[in-house]
């Protein structure tokens, strides 16, 4: 990808579980963006966290974020079904927008 | 939020054609952009859409093979160039809006090249 990678590629879990997933970047950023993407859907926003915050919530997710790393970690507690998907970071690098290469979300019913 | 579409939604074509894809907003918005997702893929950015002056493209991707248009600022088209099967992806327009940080996209032109 032109940013960075996300671990793991994929990853399934039973239902009420919870999931990780991570990123890694490589520049200066001024924000990180995580999207949700079903399959053959477009892309849905769910949470931005800025280059000066560390932890970030809402509703079952929780982001960090850790600059000196140059890193991040999606977390979403109490799967459902419904949250298999593809999920990417996306960073801003300063009016440049790249993503990450996705993790792929499996969650058993 | 912004809204954003696209025009064709999806499209088939033979090698050697051009395509040009549309993309509406409905606010005005300071930044564009064109990414490809290949199937199975993440988003690659392809470049920046300028309003009133050429677009700012990524490494790999040059004007002759993907001309960008932007003539204000909430309409822009791509043109994918003497395509080939290697351009069968889906182009996605984004755009940034809010405080200028939250990144929207619009759902996205299937293209399939024979």
Request: one cysteine or more; charged letters at 15%.
């Amino acid at each position: 990808s032109q940013q960075g990678e996300e671990d793991p590629q994929a990853l399934s879990i039973q239902e009420g579980e919870n999931a990780t997933m991570n990123c890694s970047y490589k520049t200066s950023i001024n924000n990180l963006q995580w999207y949700r993407q079903n399959s053959g859907r477009g892309l849905v926003h769910l949470i931005l966290i800025r280059s000066n915050e560390r932890e970030k919530h809402s509703g079952r997710l929780r982001v960090t974020l850790d600059t000196s790393k140059k890193s991040s970690s999606l977390l979403i507690t109490a799967s459902r079904a419904a949250d298999t998907a593809s999920y990417f970071c996306a960073t801003d690098a300063f009016n440049k927008f790249y993503f990450g290469s996705g993790t792929k979300l499996n969650v058993k019913p | 939020s912004a809204v954003i579409s696209q025009k064709p939604s999806r499209d088939i074509c033979q090698r050697g054609t051009s395509l040009t894809i549309q993309c509406q907003v409905d606010s005005q918005v300071t930044m564009m952009f064109w990414y490809r997702q290949q199937p199975g893929q993440s988003l690659t950015l392809i470049a920046t859409a300028n309003q009133g002056s050429e677009a700012t493209y990524e490494s790999g991707f040059v004007i002759d093979k993907f001309p960008i248009s932007r003539p204000n600022l909430t309409f822009s088209t791509l043109t994918v160039s003497n395509m080939s099967p290697e351009d069968s992806s889906i182009y996605l327009c984004s755009v940034v809006g809010g405080l200028q940080e939250t990144q929207y996209f619009g759902p996205g032109t299937r293209l399939l090249v024979l």
